[in-house]
């Protein structure tokens, strides 16, 4: 059986975002340190000195420094180091990015600047593995939270659902691809029996004879579920972001620099994830380990716009200062899933296997992002540059496709509508991030280039985020795992060296970045949240609280550029 799990939820990984989710989503706003490896090498700390190629994806200005048109193409190696091994290669070729500027001379001291470039903004190669004991919470038992508070009602024997709906406000969307795996496959069988009728005749819940359930007031159970003593997750996740920019920029009398970028996107995850929990039923007795296997990709277009103006506040001084802005990324996504529930439970217990698959389209909008950047140069042998950039994640935007509408001359119109509920959640759990960036070039020759950088990014996820299965969203109910981590601050250090010959120039860089995170199997929450807040009905032995787990994400980064000027 673990061979099979095995095979099944890392079978895709080889192939090179996860669901429309906060957490899932955030994943697609932000950006790694990636380009040509000079930039790398001074951590990109360039927004202010400029006339390196990948300064279009961040202030184009950058890009109206340069006096000889240039090529430059770059690849390297990836790999990930401080997780468990699962039998896959951790460290892949990449390639990572070309482009080019063209110089026009358009007077004595003025030039116009086009250029264009691609860029794998984002990298989604990824392991995370965790483990941990639950003392008796479950995954199962948020389903059948939702279930004792009407999210929906089970009726026959089988476990179908049927389309009669709670009738205490609890919306159709809070019930998701999980939800409906544990009620069709776990909660039901041999020993399941339905109880409980309320004033219409209805049955008024679904419960396991043989299951743990808190009793209510009359001494029936008030919910089923099984107790889980621990569990073991998995997940890995392959493809990228890749950032397509054209870029027109230029100078006047070498003093004012300026630029503007227009950039589109083409976004490509995908992720295989395994969760096993050991169930135990209402005697403690073991009964089985119960699996849900999850693969799910993303894919889709996106586009933005950039400016920046670079400038010398004092004539005779080579002190530079950049200013930049983004407008937000516009994206337009599909996700697609396949969930299959696994269990290997004794006999009576559950249904067996039991798979869901979905499709949504949806739109996802990230912030603007305000940057600012301080460049010095000394001689032809030294130089130092520092950036500061903010973006406020809270301010991410998605929106649901409600179809469209043909005008009178066949023309198309897509109507969109924003997800309030899961935009409300966006700002529960994510916050504003900044970025510091520094970095030095040393030429202890004139052919030879040492250099060395180092960023800080501020955490994106609050302290106390969760990943809330409870929402009135269409981005919950296609939601189809429980799991979030929220990570911490994220540190880069890098380093390069670079030789020119005449027309002619290799660059050499690496980098290393840590990111530690906490990560959770499920939402944790309190009997007394799931009876809304009631403290006469409140039962400790209810709650369903997880503790969470640290994980780390440690990359490793070696890059090579060569590059040619014309």
Request: with cysteine; charged share 20%.
């Amino acid at each position: 059986m673990k061979k099979i799990l095995t095979a099944f939820s890392f079978a895709m990984l080889g192939v090179a975002a996860m669901a429309q989710e906060t957490y899932d989503n955030a994943q697609l706003a932000t950006k790694d340190l990636n380009g040509t490896a000079r930039y790398v090498g001074m951590g990109g700390a360039m927004e202010a000195l400029g006339a390196d190629i990948t300064t279009m994806n961040t202030n184009p200005a950058g890009v109206g420094l340069f006096r000889r048109s240039m090529i430059t193409g770059s690849f390297g190696f990836n790999s990930l180091s401080g997780t468990k091994d699962i039998g896959k290669d951790k460290t892949k070729a990449s390639f990572d990015h070309v482009g080019f500027v063209y110089v026009m001379r358009s007077g004595r001291h003025s030039y116009v600047n086009f250029g264009a470039s691609y860029t794998k903004s984002r990298n989604f190669n990824q392991i995370v593995t965790a483990a941990g004991r639950l003392n008796g919470a479950s995954q199962n038992k948020v389903s059948s939270m939702k279930n004792y508070n009407d999210f929906y009602r089970l009726e026959d024997h089988n476990g179908e659902l049927t389309s009669q709906w709670g009738s205490n406000d609890y919306p159709d969307l809070a019930y998701n691809q999980v939800d409906y795996l544990y009620s069709n496959a776990l909660l039901g069988g041999k020993n399941s029996e339905l109880i409980g009728m309320n004033a219409n005749g209805y049955k008024g819940g679904y419960y396991l004879g043989d299951a743990n359930g808190a009793l209510d007031a009359s001494g029936n159970p008030r919910a089923a579920y099984y107790d889980a003593t621990g569990y073991d997750f998995r997940r890995g996740s392959s493809g990228y972001i890749g950032e397509y920019n054209f870029n027109l920029s230029g100078n006047s009398k070498d003093r004012f620099y300026w630029g503007l970028t227009f950039g589109m996107y083409d976004v490509n995850y995908r992720s295989a994830s395994v969760y096993k929990e050991n169930l135990v039923n209402s005697a403690q007795k073991a009964i089985g380990d119960v699996t849900i296997a999850d693969e799910r990709t993303i894919s889709g277009s996106g586009f933005d716009v950039k400016a920046g103006v670079i400038f010398r506040p004092i004539e005779e001084s080579p002190f530079r200062v950049g200013l930049y802005l983004h407008t937000p990324t516009w994206y337009d996504l599909k996700t697609e899933n396949r969930t299959t529930l696994l269990s290997n439970l004794a006999e009576g217990y559950g249904k067996g296997n039991q798979s869901t698959s979905g499709r949504y389209d949806y739109k996802f909008y990230t912030p603007w992002r305000f940057g600012g950047s301080l460049g010095y140069t000394v001689g032809n042998y030294l130089a130092l540059g520092a950036t500061y950039e903010y973006a406020d994640y809270s301010y991410c935007d998605i929106r649901v496709n409600d179809g469209g509408s043909y005008d009178y001359w066949g023309n198309y119109y897509e109507e969109t509508s924003r997800d309030e509920a899961m935009k409300n959640n966006i700002k529960s759990v994510l916050k504003g991030v900044y970025t510091l960036k520094i970095g030095a070039e040393y030429k202890p020759t004139r052919n030879v280039a040492l250099r060395l950088g180092y960023n800080y990014v501020s955490p994106m996820y609050n302290k106390n985020g969760y990943k809330d299965g409870t929402l009135n969203s269409y981005s919950n109910y296609y939601s189809s795992t429980t799991d979030y981590t929220n990570w911490k601050a994220t540190d880069r250090v890098t380093a390069g060296i670079g030789y020119a010959y005449k027309k002619f120039s290799v660059d050499l860089a690496y980098q290393y970045s840590r990111t530690e995170g906490e990560f959770f199997p499920f939402m944790s929450y309190s009997d007394l949240a799931a009876v809304g807040g009631d403290k006469t009905k409140y039962d400790a032995g209810y709650d369903n609280f997880c503790d969470g787990k640290k994980v780390t994400d440690n990359r490793h980064q070696v890059l090579l550029t060569l590059g040619y000027k014309f």
